[in-house]
């Protein structure tokens, strides 16, 4: 299925490992020409290699951390000397501490919201007039924690819900202005942190990770975790023009897992 992106513009944060990434390959795929922004630069440098080579398109970076205002500037600086337009941007930067409660810390807590809700604030709106004049599009990946509080993760939950009240009122401004704005919550998604955490709490209960992972499947009821390809085949299909109507949405893509209704 062609989704109609072929010559647009996307920038994609966190694009040099997981989601991000995948997201940025599948744009490529797709006849985008993309810019990717992550902390650092050699890994930038290595996935833009390998993205540039397997689509034959452009594919820019920036190196820079999005958890300041200064950072977020200058890869915005550097999206507008590359290419200076936009047409689609993915905000999907961002990892927050999970743990007991009553050892996070106000600078853990900081930390957390400054990159993974403020950059997606700064960078929409410092976006926008792009995004405005090409009619396009944002979509924010974002997490199941987002409707599913846990004690262990309050940081993430926290920030997961604010993100997704914030995209919600964003819509409101992209009818306005012409430009889509949709969310996106993976679930458990297999990337370099999850294989970690997997290994690790495998190891504790004295069992091989393949069992492991059967194990808490089965407990959740699950037929795998997600890829990133999974979460990344479905931005795409939100960021083109085929899904026009698909407004203000917020999608869950975690095999079944989150079954709240609001």
């Known amino acids: 299925m062609d989704l109609g992106l072929g010559g647009k513009v996307a920038l994609v944060t966190g694009g040099s490992k997981g989601i991000g990434r995948a997201c940025a390959e599948r744009l490529a795929r797709e006849g985008c020409d993309v810019m990717i922004v992550a902390r650092t630069a050699s890994d930038l440098e290595r996935a833009a290699a390998e993205i540039g080579e397997a689509s034959g398109r452009r594919v820019e970076i920036c190196a820079t951390d999005l958890r300041s205002a200064q950072g977020c500037q200058a890869a915005v600086g550097a999206l507008e000397h590359a290419f200076g337009r936009l047409d689609i941007l993915v905000n999907n930067a961002g990892a927050t501490q999970s743990g007991d409660f009553f050892q996070l810390d106000d600078a853990t807590w900081e930390d957390g919201f400054a990159l993974k809700f403020y950059s997606y604030v700064r960078l929409s709106r410092a976006l926008w007039p792009l995004l405005k004049e090409a009619q396009g599009s944002v979509v924010n990946v974002i997490g199941s924690a987002s409707k599913t509080p846990s004690a262990s993760f309050m940081i993430g939950g926290a920030v997961n819900a604010a993100i997704t009240n914030f ?96």
Do not use: C, W
């Open 167 to 262: 995209t919600k009122a964003l819509a409101e401004l992209g009818l306005r202005d012409g430009v889509g704005v949709k969310a996106v919550h993976p679930g458990m998604t297999v990337t370099g942190r999850l294989e970690t955490l997997l290994n690790q709490r495998a190891e504790a209960e004295g069992m091989s990770r393949e069992d492991y992972e059967r194990q808490e499947l089965a407990r959740a009821g699950l037929r795998r975790y997600s890829q990133p390809a999974d979460i990344a085949n479905l931005v795409a299909f939100l960021a083109s023009p085929l899904a026009e109507q698909v407004h203000g949405v917020d999608v869950f893509i975690d095999g079944g897992a989150t079954k709240a209704i609001l």
